[in-house]
């Protein structure tokens, strides 16, 4: 299992699930989980007091999963299609250490709302962007040529998510 997913060797994975939908051609994939995303800081970030757009988080320290993560990607996309480059000051491969990192306002964060919820603190607070209404898909992918066992856990999860 591997949170920080910045390989280019994918053919050796039996089972992916990511939320990026191209460049997995060998394998086949169904949703998992679709989710709203959102901007969060720490409580007392003067942030958290403003009606915002996505444009004013430039300048402002982000703190992001490590290079090759969903939510590294996420986070540089969203912020260019704002016009900029965020300032990742913090990358880390361990959500509970991002979660820290936002409660202790070190800076603000993208974070799921139903993948996350009830993990983050009453420390944290979302931030109010006006012009940011994104969600998140996540795939569970299958390698075409995964052996039995593979198959049979790819199943299993499918079955699992199709009766929610």
Known sequence: IMHDFNTTDIEK????IDSHSDGYS?????????????????KNNPLCDKRLTLDMLYGQGFISMC?????????????KRA?????????CDDPYYIRKYIE?????????EISWQG???DNVKYLDIIDFDERR???????KSAGTNAVRFYEYIKNIYNSK
């Open 104 to 112: 202790l306002d070190f800076g603000i964060a993208l974070v799921p």
């Open 137 to 143: 898909v996540t795939y569970a992918y299958l390698n």
């Open 83 to 91: 016009g900029f480059t965020p300032n990742i000051i913090i990358e």
């Open 26 to 42: 060998a394998f086949k994939r169904f949703p998992l989980l679709s989710e709203k995303m959102r901007f969060a800081a720490g």
């Open 13 to 16: 994975y039996h089972i992916i």
């Open 119 to 121: 993990e983050l603190s």
């Open 67 to 79: 290079e090759g993560s969903s939510m590294n990607r996420l986070t540089k996309e969203y912020c």
